[in-house]
């Protein structure tokens, strides 16, 4: 009898993960995609700690909060960040977005959660959507628990009746498909949480068809568009284009958008990135719907700059535009 021949790599992600042909996922964990931020001197305390939101799954999430709200007594916004990663790699504990979040938790201030969620190709959507929407569940739960239940450094600090939803690239992708389903009711009622605005940092979206700068701009030092189509085969429905609604919001199959009321929505650009056009599109879009929306547009910079150099004048200047984005937002705090 001839033997079956040993599985083979279908799709290889250099130099994180290969998966193989019976569905292996191979991955290497020494592997560090982006340069280590230093931070300069000066920057304020922030403290931080991991929880688990999710034990089925085992996912947790790193509370940051600001050391000086220990002690004064303010509640402060929060903002519940995602990572990026083209929803196969990252983590919360990256040291690039690590130090986003203590910059974000530091100098607006604000009490920052950056939730873990499941990475594909293991688990392909909705399973990371699902999970964002469960790290939301939890923050209601949280607003609602008492005693031994509630977690001290949110039920000492946070507002939660001004809370956010940020993240960057991938995360960015997370963010828009969990404010539909907060929008939509999909969620159930919220209260006493108030989801009071959303922010997409070079958000991660597709489509079949092209758009100008996909099919014009050079790769960028951290993004191709190999690497993106390569992205959506990993992280898809075995089968699926582009189009799907979960890589198009504005696909032939996708939901209708006019009757959802979304909070307002930050949008941040980087013109020399390949997935600019889609940024904007979709900023342009919802603008266009009547929807409270904001694009920005940062010249010279490409994808995720803001992770890719967290203590950049960039990155900087993502920090100071959050901070007039969600205390312009109902953030101020009480």
């Not at 991955?27 to 999710?54: E, H, M």
């Not at 995720?304 to 109902?330: I, K």
């Amino acid at each position: 009898m001839a033997s079956s021949s040993p599985p083979h790599v279908v799709e290889d992600v250099p130099p994180f993960l290969q998966l193989l042909s019976d569905g292996t996922v191979i991955r290497f964990t020494d592997a560090y995609p982006l340069p280590i931020p230093s931070p300069p001197p000066g920057q304020p305390v922030v403290d931080w700690k991991d929880v688990l939101y999710d034990a089925s799954h085992g996912l947790k999430l790193r509370i940051y909060r600001p050391a000086a709200a220990s002690s004064s007594g303010n509640k402060l916004p929060v903002i519940v960040y995602f990572h990026g990663g083209g929803y196969s790699i990252g983590s919360f504990d990256m040291p690039n977005f690590h130090a986003c979040c203590v910059r974000l938790a530091g100098e607006l201030p604000a009490l920052v959660l950056s939730a873990d969620y499941r990475l594909a190709p293991e688990h392909r959507f909705p399973a990371g959507l699902d999970d964002a929407a469960n790290v939301v569940s939890w923050v209601r739960a949280q607003a609602a628990a008492v005693g031994d239940n509630a977690d001290p450094w949110l039920s000492e600090t946070a507002n939660f009746g001004r809370v956010f939803v940020a993240g960057d690239s991938a995360g960015g992708g997370v963010v828009h498909h969990t404010a539909v389903r907060l929008a939509s009711g999909q969620l159930g009622p919220l209260d006493p949480v108030r989801v009071a605005g959303c922010a997409m940092l070079c958000p991660m979206f597709g489509g079949e068809e092209r758009t100008a700068s996909e099919a014009e701009f050079p790769p960028g030092p951290f993004l191709s568009l190999p690497a993106v189509d390569q992205a959506w085969r990993l992280v898809l429905p075995p089968g699926s284009t582009r189009d799907h609604p979960l890589a198009n919001p504005f696909g032939p199959d996708s939901p209708a958008l006019d009757g959802v009321a979304l909070p307002p929505m930050l949008v941040v650009a980087a013109a020399r990135d390949l997935l600019r056009d889609r940024a904007a599109d979709y900023a342009a879009r919802l603008k266009a719907m009547g929807k409270p929306v904001e694009l920005v547009e940062f010249e010279g910079q490409h994808h995720g700059f803001f992770a890719v150099e967290p203590y950049g004048d960039a990155g900087s200047e993502v920090v100071r535009l959050v901070e007039r984005f969600v205390y312009g937002n109902g953030g101020a705090s009480d």
